[in-house]
Nanobody, 116 residues
Framework: QVQLVESGGGSVQPGGSLRLSCAAS????????LSWYRQAPGKEREWVGH????????DYADSVKGRFTISKDNGKTTLYLQMISLRPEDTAVYYC?????????WGRGTQVTVSS
């Protein structure tokens, strides 16, 4: 069965950094686009970015471009989100996701809180 398990969230001060991980299992990790999303309190879930199966193509939302970096380790079947220069508006639950026909799969999420 498909499983996506996020970790690495926590509380940091503005300007701080965090690296999130998403451990995946139950599917052929290297064959699918993998994405990060986030949802802040009172807001819609927002696409953060994604990485292609080969890792050659990575795209980001404008709100995080230049500050967040997506990578993956196919051997470890783990997706990463490196976040630097964090801002209070980055506070959200962060989810990893994979589209595996016929539906999108989600992890349970990990909380990131940026506050002073």
């Amino acid at each position: 069965q498909v499983q996506l398990v996020e970790s690495g969230g926590g509380s940091v001060q503005p300007g701080g950094s965090l690296r999130l991980s998403c451990a995946a299992s139950g599917f052929t990790f290297e064959d699918y686009y993998l994405s990060w999303y986030r949802q802040a309190p009172g807001k819609e879930r927002e696409w953060v970015g994604h990485i292609s199966p080969s890792g050659d193509s990575i795209d980001y939302a404008d709100s995080v471009k230049g500050r967040f970096t997506i990578s993956k380790d196919n051997g470890k079947t783990t997706l990463y989100l490196q976040m630097i220069s964090l801002r209070p508006e980055d506070t959200a639950v962060y989810y990893c996701s994979a589209w595996i026909s016929p539906r999108r799969y989600w992890g349970r999420g990990t909380q990131v809180t940026v506050s002073s």
